[in-house]
C-alpha cells in the first residue's frame, strides 16, 4: 500500500479508544491483515459519507430506496482480518500446528466452537485452551461470539433468515471484531 494513501487512512481511521495503528496488534500482525482492517473502517465511513450525501439531497420517503439492502461487505474485510489474526495467535500459542495454520483444513468456526463435542474439543478445538491460558472463559466467548455475529451468520445465505445488515450494524461488527483483537492481546500477554 502507497506509505501516503496509509498515512491518510491512519489519520481518519479511529474509533472511541484512538487510532488504529495505535492498537496492541498493529505491529503483531502481517500487513495485509491491518489493509483488510483499514478497507472495512474507510468502507464504513465512505458508506456514511454517502448515505448523509443522499439523505440531504433526496426526499426521505425515497431514502429507503436508495441505501443498500445489505452492508455486510463492510464487514467482509475485518472478518478475513479476524481470521488472519486469530491463525496467527493460536499458532503464537501453540494451540495449532503450521500444518494447520499453513493448510487449507483448520477451520476457526469449528475450533473455537463451544458446542463442539467432546472428543473434538480435545482434539481440533482451541476454546478450551483459550481458557486455560488467556484468563478464563470471558475471553473465549467474546472471541466465538464474535466469529459467529462478525462472520459466519453473515456470509452464509440460508432459506428464510434474514441475514442482512444495516449500516450501523456492519459498524458494530466491524468494532466487536477490533474489540476482540484488542482484548486477546491483552488477556493472552501478547506481545
Same mark, same amino acid.
Given at each position: 500500500?502507497?506509505?501516503?494513501?496509509?498515512?491518510?487512512?491512519?489519520?481518519?481511521?479511529?474509533?472511541?479508544?484512538?487510532?488504529?495503528?495505535?492498537?496492541?496488534?498493529?505491529? /503483531? !500482525? @502481517?500487513?495485509?491483515? &491491518?489493509?483488510?482492517?483499514?478497507?472495512?473502517?474507510?468502507?464504513?465511513?465512505?458508506?456514511?459519507?454517502?448515505?448523509?450525501?443522499?439523505?440531504?439531497?433526496?426526499? /426521505?420517503?425515497?431514502?429507503? &430506496?436508495?441505501?443498500? @439492502?445489505?452492508?455486510?461487505?463492510? !464487514?467482509?474485510?475485518?472478518?478475513?482480518?479476524?481470521?488472519?489474526?486469530?491463525?496467527?495467535?493460536?499458532?503464537?500459542?501453540?494451540?495449532?500446528?503450521?500444518?494447520? /495454520?499453513?493448510?487449507? @483444513?483448520?477451520?476457526?468456526?469449528?475450533?473455537?466452537?463451544?458446542?463442539?463435542?467432546? &472428543?473434538?474439543?480435545?482434539?481440533?478445538?482451541?476454546?478450551?485452551?483459550?481458557?486455560?491460558?488467556?484468563?478464563?472463559?470471558?475471553?473465549?466467548?467474546?472471541?466465538?461470539?464474535?466469529?459467529?455475529?462478525?462472520?459466519?451468520?453473515?456470509? @452464509?445465505?440460508?432459506?428464510?433468515? &434474514?441475514?442482512?445488515?444495516?449500516?450501523?450494524?456492519?459498524?458494530?461488527?466491524?468494532?466487536?471484531?477490533?474489540?476482540?483483537?484488542?482484548?486477546?492481546?491483552?488477556?493472552?500477554?501478547?506481545?
Amino acid at each position: 500500500m502507497d506509505s501516503q494513501i496509509l498515512y491518510f487512512q491512519l489519520k481518519i481511521m479511529n474509533d472511541s479508544k484512538g487510532l488504529i495503528n495505535e492498537k496492541k496488534w498493529w505491529n /503483531y !500482525v @502481517h500487513e495485509d491483515i &491491518r489493509e483488510l482492517i483499514l478497507q472495512s473502517i474507510l468502507l464504513t465511513k465512505t458508506a456514511e459519507k454517502w448515505e448523509k450525501d443522499i439523505t440531504s439531497r433526496i426526499k /426521505y420517503d425515497s431514502f429507503n &430506496r436508495h441505501k443498500f @439492502h445489505d452492508y455486510s461487505f463492510i !464487514v467482509f474485510p475485518a472478518a478475513k482480518a479476524y481470521e488472519g489474526f486469530l491463525k496467527k495467535v493460536f499458532l503464537d500459542l501453540g494451540f495449532i500446528t503450521e500444518e494447520d /495454520y499453513f493448510g487449507k @483444513h483448520f477451520r476457526i468456526g469449528k475450533a473455537l466452537n463451544p458446542s463442539l463435542e467432546k &472428543r473434538l474439543r480435545i482434539s481440533e478445538g482451541v476454546y478450551d485452551k483459550v481458557v486455560k491460558y488467556c484468563s478464563g472463559e470471558a475471553l473465549a466467548k467474546t472471541l466465538w461470539s464474535t466469529w459467529k455475529d462478525c462472520r459466519n451468520l453473515l456470509f @452464509h445465505w440460508f432459506p428464510n433468515e &434474514r441475514n442482512a445488515i444495516s449500516l450501523e450494524e456492519a459498524r458494530g461488527c466491524v468494532d466487536k471484531v477490533i474489540f476482540a483483537m484488542d482484548q486477546m492481546m491483552t488477556e493472552c500477554n501478547l506481545q
